[in-house]
């Protein structure tokens, strides 16, 4: 599935996220311990995200039935790129992912709600946004969905066979003295090296001006952004034609007040406003996310990982990415680490009196079992009075004598 969304107004008129939550209180299943969970976790991922993403971005995640996680993720959108989100799930038996992304302002507003197997999914907006993601798949769901957000320029790259290394000149720059600043870059080439439409659009002037030298006015949309496209040695291109993105425009040069300067394009976008900065708008970034961690062999299992002073503890091993670790800890708490410091040396402990085994080191917790003193053992984490193990394939708490 490929979806394209250019809109900062739902595509939706019920989500297919809220479908899901009506058909568990319809059937009574949202009032379940499974269900409340799944509720709850949900609500909890969009209210405290767990980690703020850098992008590029990529996280391996694994969902397990018997833990209805979910997880969130903070992402800081600039209006000036456009975010290429893609998903793809892996399991014995197909299953879709819910994957909605949220505006943070003074309330939660949700922008965009599918669900899917594998989709590649392109965000863009006008305005600079706090955006929301998250990741849930339905109840008694178990696989692996793999995530990776890439940041792209919304706009191409104006002059053929250039690349970011050619932007010598930049915003706010002074000219003539201090009189004026610099409305936009400058991108150094060859002269007559083919200037390029940056997006699909409309001509709207092309003229020869004392400061711009031949010019070409470029209108995206109705009422979209005005490219500015100066010093051209040439243009190829007549008031009202319309343009493809990569098409030539017109040709590199240095004309009007850039003739005493090697051959350049001064490159400009103008909104309602005025001029903006346009370099974030075709500066190109690294697309290929670092490696995942080398925690990524424990996706989806028990470790167990040393909190220090003499405390151990088993963690299941939600997510992997190039920047940390998601885990459900003793306690069933979801939590984040940039590294996990694995146990070396297994704890030792004897427990010589039958009692309870507890889900959590607390006696309040829910109980999993009977300890039986007379059968071996396995003792795999401590912390506190409590000792972890393991006694015929049930694990558990249990209070040390």
């Known amino acids: 599935m490929l979806l394209l969304l250019h809109s900062c107004k739902s595509v939706f008129k019920v989500s297919p996220y809220k479908t899901y939550l009506n058909k568990l209180e319809s059937t009574g299943l949202s009032k379940t311990k499974m269900g409340k969970a799944w509720v709850s976790n949900g609500e909890e991922a969009v209210r405290n995200p767990l980690k703020e993403v850098s992008i590029p971005f990529q996280e391996s995640i694994f969902f397990r039935e018997s833990s209805p996680d979910a997880l969130g993720y903070i992402i800081h959108y600039s209006s ?4 290429k989100f893609k998903v793809k799930t892996t399991a014995d038996e197909p299953f879709g992912v819910f994957i909605d992304i949220l505006e943070r302002k003074d309330q939660l507003n949700n922008l965009v709600s599918i669900q899917s197997a594998d989709t590649v999914l392109f965000y863009e907006d006008k305005q600079d946004k706090t955006l929301i993601l998250r990741l849930q798949p339905e109840l008694l769901v178990s696989g692996r969905v793999d995530l990776e957000i890439i940041d792209e320029p919304k706009l191409g790259f104006p002059v053929k066979g250039a690349s970011n290394s050619s932007i010598k000149s930049f915003w706010g720059v002074d000219r003539d003295g201090g009189v004026r600043r610099h409305e936009g870059i400058d991108i150094f080439a060859k002269r007559g090296t083919p200037v390029i439409a940056v997006e699909d659009g409309v001509i709207s002037r092309v003229q020869e001006t004392n400061l711009g030298g031949k010019v070409v006015w470029q209108r995206l949309g109705l009422f979209g952004q005005i490219i500015y496209y100066a010093h051209l040695d040439s243009q190829l291109v007549t008031a009202g034609q319309e343009v493809k993105k990569g098409e030539t425009v017109g040709l590199l040069g240095n004309t009007g007040n850039a003739k005493a300067t090697a051959p350049h394009l001064h490159f400009g976008i103008y909104i309602g406003s005025g001029a903006v900065d346009p370099l974030n708008y ?31 503890v088993p963690v299941n091993i939600l997510s992997v990415s190039s920047e940390g670790v998601s885990y459900k800890n003793e306690f069933q708490k979801l939590e984040y680490s940039e590294k996990l410091i694995l146990l070396s040396k297994k704890p030792s402990a004897k427990i010589k009196t039958a009692r309870q085994l507890y889900k959590s080191p607390v006696e309040t917790s829910a109980p999993v079992g009977l300890f039986n003193p007379e059968k071996s053992y396995t003792v795999l984490a401590k912390t ?8 015929e394939d049930t694990k558990g708490w249990v209070l040390s004598d």
Do not use: H, W
Request: hydrophobic letters at 40%; aromatic letters at 6%.
């Open 282 to 312: 075709v500066l190109m970034k690294d697309t290929v996310p670092p490696k995942l961690k080398s925690e990524i062999k424990y996706l989806g299992n028990e470790v167990v990982i040393n909190r220090g002073a003499s405390s151990a």
């Open 80 to 83: 000036a790129r456009k975010v």
């Open 384 to 391: 506190g009075t409590f000792v972890y193990i393991n006694q």
